[in-house]
């Protein structure tokens, strides 16, 4: 399984970035995909995940209502759709795929099996 994360980039506060994830190795029908960032010197944090099955979403509180993640399962690709930019969300984003399903165990990045190279988003302010 490969992971292929893109469109990261420099941004102004408020603005909005794409990224997404190109998953390639098998056909992606069960279990979830997630997007994680880190920043400098800061802990790997859970940033939202998608239910490959029937595209149930879930957000971390620092994100919602301005983070959408979807799925296309035709192409096997996960997109995260980020608005109102702050610059608190400047991290290198990881996508990331797990066999779970359940909301708990997809917060934690060591319930996931397979890692993209991660796409650095910087938003200044």
């Known amino acids: 399984v490969q992971l292929q994360a893109s469109g990261g980039g420099l941004v102004q506060a408020g603005g909005s970035l794409r990224l997404s994830c190109a998953a390639s190795?098998?056909?992606?029908?069960?279990?979830?995909m997630g997007w994680f960032r880190q920043a400098p010197g800061k802990e790997r944090e859970f940033v939202a995940a998608i239910l490959w099955f029937d595209g149930t979403a879930y957000y971390s509180d620092s994100v919602k209502g301005r983070f959408t993640i979807s799925r296309h399962n035709a192409k096997n690709t996960v997109n995260l759709q980020m608005n109102s930019l702050k610059p608190e969300d400047t991290a290198l984003y990881y996508c990331?795929?797990?066999?779970?399903?359940?909301?708990?165990?997809?917060?934690?990045?060591?319930?996931?099996?397979?890692w993209g190279q991660g796409t650095q988003v910087t938003v200044s302010s």
């Open positions: 190795g098998r056909t992606f029908s069960s279990g979830s």
């Open positions: 990331a795929s797990s066999k779970t399903t359940y909301y708990q165990r997809m917060r934690r990045s060591d319930q996931y099996d397979y």
